[in-house]
């Protein structure tokens, strides 16, 4: 799927502005952003719900036209008519993708089995989970073996327990589909994709790989902690050339350096010197969540 | 075609679980006997309610045949209209509200064909509705009143039905772009309000208003023949409805 | 007061009226929520009659 410069704006609110990116086959991308970044509006744009202001959307081999047939799509709040059951609904959105009945419901059957929602087949709608729903909103969006599947923001709306279920559901789906999902949580989206797409106030921020992007951004960094205020302290070894960026707040300090071994050497050296009060010494990494807050901060 | 029937199916199954396949024919029924009735025991419920001075000769004629099933029109006009707008007002705005119809139109479905499937359902039952009720009144008024040609009442309901099916036009018509079920009956009853007041205030200038099919349906029934206007309203109310239909049709950007 | 009435005339109305009662006591009693108490909609169904059954589909029911 290629995007280009797709733009949407309700008067003269421009929710997506000048947004290019594609997406390749067997990926699986998360599209991130704050709430509010225009996240629901450009997987809408794709899905062919709304029509951009401007920019083209091309899907394989279909340019202008209708693609709807290849995509699966869940809303952010997947709805169902309450009064049909489980299983009469996957059928009517299996019908509705264009397959035959015999072949809707031979499809319904294996993905609530697959979904693990078998036994909610018979019943009402009306009675499931949030868990359920979004597994039954996943099973109807993939009853067509659509090329590509769209979720929106699909474990926002869930407890713990849903959620972990949901990711773990698409941590399988992605073998076989191409997957793009919206969320807010960048931890979300480290854990199940390949990809990111961060978006900001309508606008591409960062894309690219997860491994790439945490190769290119990711610093070490050493957490210190103390009894005593260390501010002072932190200012002095500002200077030094291992050291790239001090943050001091009460009693930590963390401390962005440029080679972990040799810095942490220095800075053990330097606090058995000084006799510093601390109460920890950690050396981490900085994860891709600061850099998604350095993105939506700015 | 084939989704198109999908949806259709869809709408039936619908009707059948919410039971307004059973109660909306069943109400149009009762209100369809009960002119026949009332204006047959209406002498005797006089005679027993009213402190009339003894010996007093009361003498209220039964009304004629046609006269009965002409006002069984007009029940129609006011309970009928009544429950076909609010019964039909949430056809599209309930889904657009709950966000169905988004869920259905990700689907390689045609937004026409989720229209026109749902304002067919709505006129196919409301039809169903109508004739059954209308077949049961003329069966009353036979058996109490008087003998009447059954096909005058066919011929006297068709014509009727145009003016209903314009009626339901425009409640698909709100419902396809209000979001509000109750704003959709508001508009459709105010709107068929204005027209069933103007047209009988300003007949002269109205002839070619929808309601005037009421007033054609009327006269066959009391005259044996259709007197006052009839092809003007006719192809007006057909041309409306087509409008109105492929207005709700026709997709909006946001939507 | 020899008011005459036609039991084989009333019954079909007394018919319709008891099945329009009967399947909306049938809905009311699956559905979970009503717009409003559900035993003002049982009173309601049960009392008014013609208007009560068709008030209650057409209000009653939550659509959602």
């Given at each position: 799927m290629e995007v280009r410069s797709l733009t949407k704006s309700f008067g003269k609110h421009v929710a997506v502005n000048d947004l290019s990116f594609s997406i390749e086959k067997g990926h699986c991308v998360a599209l991130l952003?704050?709430?509010?970044?225009g996240k629901t509006t450009t997987l809408e744009m794709l899905s062919g719900l709304q029509q951009p202001t401007n920019g083209s959307v091309s899907f394989g081999d279909v340019h202008k036209g209708d693609y709807r047939e290849y995509i699966g799509y869940l809303p952010q709040h997947p709805v169902f008519f309450p009064w049909m059951n489980g299983m009469e609904y996957l059928v009517f959105m299996g019908e509705l993708s264009g397959l035959s009945k015999t072949k809707a419901s031979t499809r319904a059957n294996e993905l609530l089995e697959r979904l693990g929602i078998a036994d909610a087949g018979?019943?009402?709608?009306?009675?499931?989970s949030g868990g359920m729903k979004q597994r039954l909103g996943i099973a109807q969006a993939l009853i067509h073996e659509p090329k590509l599947l769209m979720l929106d923001e699909p474990v926002s709306a869930l407890d713990p327990v849903g959620r972990r279920e949901i990711l773990e559901l698409m941590k399988l789906l992605k073998e076989t589909t191409t997957i793009l999902f919206s969320t807010h949580i960048l931890h979300d989206a480290e854990e199940v994709c390949d990809d990111v797409i961060m978006i900001h106030k309508g606008k591409l921020a960062i894309t690219g790989s997860v491994s790439e992007l945490r190769r290119k951004h990711q610093e070490d960094v050493i957490i210190i902690s103390a009894e005593a205020n260390l501010g002072a302290w932190a200012r002095s070894i500002e200077d030094w050339n291992t050291v790239s960026k001090v943050k001091s707040t009460h009693n930590t300090v963390e401390i962005y350096v440029k080679n972990a071994a040799e810095a942490r050497r220095q800075l053990l050296a330097e606090i058995a010197e000084r006799q510093l009060p601390i109460t920890s010494f950690t050396v981490a990494q900085t994860s891709l969540e600061d850099l998604f807050m350095e993105v939506v901060g700015k | 075609m084939k989704t198109w029937l999908v949806l259709f199916r869809k709408e039936w199954l619908e009707m059948i679980r919410n039971y307004k396949v059973i109660w909306i024919p069943l109400a149009f029924v009762l209100f369809g006997l009960l002119q026949p009735i009332t204006s047959y025991y209406m002498p005797e419920i006089l005679k027993n309610a009213g402190n009339l001075p003894n010996g007093a000769v009361i003498k209220i004629p039964i009304p004629l045949s046609g006269e009965v099933l002409a006002q069984t029109l007009g029940q129609y006009n006011q309970m009928g209209i009544l429950v076909l707008v609010l019964a039909f007002m949430g056809i599209i705005a309930s889904e657009r509200k709950s966000g169905m119809t988004k869920a259905i139109l990700v689907k390689p479905v045609g937004y026409s064909s989720y229209i026109t499937a749902k304002w067919t359902s709505a006129v196919l039952l409301s039809a169903g509705a109508i004739f059954l009720s209308m077949a049961a009144s003329w069966y009353y008024t036979v058996l109490l009143i008087g003998d009447f040609p059954f096909m005058n009442v066919v011929k006297g309901a068709s014509i009727f039905f145009i003016w209903i099916l314009f009626l339901i036009t425009l409640t698909v018509f709100f419902s396809s772009f209000l979001k509000s079920s109750g704003l959709v009956a508001a508009f459709t009853l105010l709107l068929s309000i204005l027209v069933t007041l103007l047209t009988s205030l300003l007949g002269k200038w109205m002839e070619w208003s929808p309601y005037q099919l009421t007033n054609a349906a009327a006269t066959l029934f009391t005259a044996g023949r259709i007197e006052g206007p009839f092809l003007l309203p006719l192809i007006t109310t057909v041309i409306l409805t087509v409008l109105l239909l492929s207005l709700a049709a026709t997709r909006k950007s946001n939507s | 007061m020899n008011f005459h009435i036609n039991w084989a005339l009333v019954a079909p109305i007394i018919a319709i009226q008891a099945i329009l009662v009967i399947i909306a006591l049938i809905d009311l009693s699956k559905t979970e929520k009503t717009n409003g108490p559900k035993w003002m909609w049982v009173l309601i169904i049960l009392f008014l009659e013609v208007l009560g059954p068709i008030s209650y589909f057409i209000i009653g029911r939550k659509q959602s």
């Open positions: 952003g704050a709430n509010g970044a018979k019943r009402k709608v009306g009675g499931y | - | -």
